[in-house]
């Protein structure tokens, strides 16, 4: 529904309080026209925003018109609300010299969303876009998801601070599945949980051209991370990874290790303030065992202590192919060892670059562990074929089995026992615990005995605590490689040429007045903008006209295998390539899962069960009636 522009315009009659308002500010110069100017003069973009302003009833901003010779347009934090973000849309859709508007922190919440997104559907001049802090929630995220279906202008698009949910996350996925010019994508600051997780994983598995993915400051734990890690495994474009204040743990380290074995596009990776121990770097390390692209790694402000930087550095050292440059853990401190371990490392890898908080650090010095004295004693015994009073009967004459401490220890001294000064002294405390200075040891064997049991008691605890571990390891890995599975499949689908096409031809409507028909509208305000003789008014009629022309075209470069005629043939090679490109031997997996149902040999033995069974049933039949089974033989 179009509208006319005698609608739009105020009351001739008497002038509105912005217009006088524009009088004494001296905004009435910009607006007069000269009725003896040529009438196939065409309105400057700032023309076309200050009549903008006077149908909106909005104060135009005056930075906006200083800058609009430039490339880059900043209106961060100037408050213009839905209306003055529309205003600002009618003017630029037919510019041609700005290739980036930022609109940061201006509250155009989801209307001023829409009128964005209409604007961008006919400008093919502006390549990134900055919308964050504007509140647009998920309304705002389902307008801009609808526009990434077939834009193919935009590179770069930040969306930080919108307060989307995790459903808003298959906004993303499905648009970004099909889109492959977005090269830069900024979705931190928001509310992607578990479930945002699996949509955004699935984002990583299918998008073809996304290099930077920024997810920083969001709520993934460890089922977010886990998904996310098996969409980054089948990737073959990202670049750049941030997931830092995310709070995913040693479990989500885990899963990210694993991806890490089989990604060889992946530059930098940020996992600041994660919640990772030395034992979730361990679990990296191991993924970086097999890599050789990640460049930058950031683990600064986890819960690492000297150990974790130690093995940090070691794998970079016993990795020949490493590629690693710059490894962050600004919050640790080191110590001496450490830092001769960097200076070795950096002799075979001079590029490196780790950056520590400083020398100072410790490892936690636990107790040497010791055998304990009565396995020592009873070992010696039993390799000799003695008893307790075959040692002991040189120093007890009288044989009451109760010596003096000091006769005692240097007789343990000068024997052959491998007891050291720390095992004696402990020896002798548990022997005399009321501290009489006589050595009864008759109780050393009841004191093997109770020793006997702690040992069986402290290692049922460490077995116990050890399956515990790998059961929880175990689960995180089949969970991880279900997601695998999962994605790889999915991602064919949603690129085949009918899913592509049922998602852009769906009815959005924005507005009852497209914004090109505003420019149009305040372009034809007198009879000299209504000539033929301008090129770029026919198209400004409908941002329909655009949508038919530049999607195919996009997909078909982007995408050749969209535009094939046959769906089935091209979801089999997206397949096929995919799994070739990320792991050969998840493909083989999910292929033999596929296909099952056909390699199920059971049928075959079904037949002879069955006549098994009617055989007994005429058995049954001759015991009862003789007469009826002459037929039945037959």
């Given at each position: 529904m179009s509208m006319s522009f005698e609608f739009l315009t105020l009351n001739e009659d008497c002038a509105s309080p912005t217009e006088l308002s524009w009088e004494q500010n001296g905004f009435v110069t910009d607006l007069e026209s000269d009725e003896n100017e040529d009438d196939n003069k065409e309105m400057t973009t700032g023309e076309v925003y200050l009549e903008a302003c006077k149908l909106l009833g909005v104060v135009p901003v005056s930075y906006f018109l200083r800058n609009l010779g430039s490339t880059t347009v900043n209106l961060n934090h100037h408050g213009l609300g839905p209306m003055g973000c529309k205003a600002i849309s009618i003017a630029l859709v037919t510019d041609m010299q700005i290739n980036k508007l930022e609109l940061a922190d201006n509250g155009i919440l989801a209307e001023g969303a829409k009128y964005v997104v209409e604007m961008l559907r006919a400008n093919f001049t502006i390549q990134h876009v900055d919308l964050s802090q504007n509140n647009l929630l998920s309304e705002g995220a389902q307008h801009v998801a609808n526009m990434l279906l077939d834009n193919i202008s935009l590179k770069s698009i930040t969306l930080s601070g919108n307060g989307f949910i995790d459903d808003d996350g298959k906004y993303f996925s499905d648009a970004l599945s099909t889109n492959s010019k977005i090269k830069e994508l900024d979705l931190s600051h928001n509310e992607f949980c578990g479930k945002g997780g699996e949509h955004l994983g699935h984002l990583l598995a299918t998008n073809e051209g996304l290099e930077v993915l920024d997810l920083s400051w969001n709520y993934l734990r460890m089922k977010g991370a886990v998904a996310l890690s098996a969409g980054l495994k089948v990737n073959t474009m990202l670049k750049h990874l941030d997931l830092s204040w995310n709070g995913f743990g040693n479990e989500g380290a885990l899963a990210?290790?694993?991806?890490?074995?089989?990604?060889?596009?992946?530059?930098?990776?940020?996992?600041?303030?994660?919640?990772?121990?030395?034992?979730?770097?361990?679990?990296?390390?191991?993924?970086?065992?097999?890599?050789?692209?990640?460049?930058?790694?950031?683990?600064?402000?986890?819960?690492?202590t000297v150990e974790g930087a130690l093995a940090l550095v070691n794998v970079v050292k016993s990795t020949h192919r490493s590629a690693l440059e710059e490894i962050n853990i600004s919050n640790v401190l080191v110590n001496e060892n450490f830092v001769h371990l960097l200076e070795l490392t950096c002799q075979e890898h001079p590029s490196l670059d780790v950056q520590y908080g400083g020398v100072g650090g410790f490892i936690a010095k636990k107790p040497p562990k010791r055998i304990d004295p009565m396995k020592v004693i009873q070992d010696y015994l039993d390799e000799r074929k003695l008893?307790?009073?075959?040692?002991?009967?040189?120093?007890?004459?009288?044989?009451?089995?109760?010596?003096?401490?000091?006769?005692?220890?240097?007789?343990?001294?000068?024997?052959?026992i491998p007891l050291d000064r720390y095992q004696?002294?402990?020896?002798?405390?548990?022997?005399?615990?009321?501290?009489?200075?006589?050595?009864?040891?008759?109780?050393?064997?009841?004191?093997?005995?109770?020793?006997?049991?702690?040992?069986r008691r402290h290692l049922k605890k460490v077995e116990s605590r050890q399956k515990k571990e790998k059961q929880k390891s175990d689960r995180i890995l089949k969970t991880f490689q279900t997601a695998v599975e999962a994605v790889t499949p999915q991602g064919s689908m949603v690129m085949s040429p009918g899913a592509g096409k049922e998602d852009s031809g769906g009815p959005h409507p924005f507005s009852a007045t497209p914004l090109s028909s505003w420019h149009h509208i305040v372009m034809s305000h007198s009879s000299r903008y209504l000539s033929n003789d301008h090129v770029h008014l026919p198209m400004l009629g409908s941002s329909t006209h655009y949508r038919p022309t530049s999607s195919p075209g996009m997909r078909s470069y982007s995408q050749p295998n969209l535009l094939d005629d046959s769906?089935?043939?091209?979801?089999?090679?997206?397949?096929?390539?995919?799994?070739?490109?990320?792991?050969?031997?998840?493909?083989?997996?999910?292929?033999?899962?596929?296909?099952?149902?056909?390699?199920?040999?059971?049928?075959p033995e079904g037949k002879p069960k069955s006549k098994k069974v009617k055989k007994k049933k005429v058995k049954k039949r001759t015991d009862k009636d003789t007469k009826k089974t002459t037929p039945l033989a037959k």
């Open positions: 990210m290790g694993e991806a890490l074995k089989f990604n060889n596009t992946l530059i930098h990776l940020n996992l600041n303030n994660n919640r990772l121990t030395n034992e979730g770097v361990g679990m990296l390390c191991k993924g970086l065992e097999f890599n050789d692209t990640l460049r930058v790694l950031l683990l600064a402000y986890n819960s690492i008893r307790l009073w075959d040692f002991f009967r040189n120093i007890d004459k009288d044989g009451t089995m109760r010596v003096p401490v000091a006769e005692f220890r240097k007789a343990v001294q000068q024997s052959t004696i002294e402990d020896l002798i405390q548990r022997l005399d615990r009321d501290k009489t200075g006589i050595v009864d040891y008759r109780g050393l064997a009841d004191t093997r005995k109770q020793m006997m049991r702690d040992h769906p089935l043939p091209s979801r089999g090679k997206s397949i096929s390539a995919q799994g070739a490109r990320s792991d050969p031997e998840m493909s083989r997996n999910s292929t033999l899962t596929r296909s099952r149902p056909a390699l199920n040999p059971k049928p």
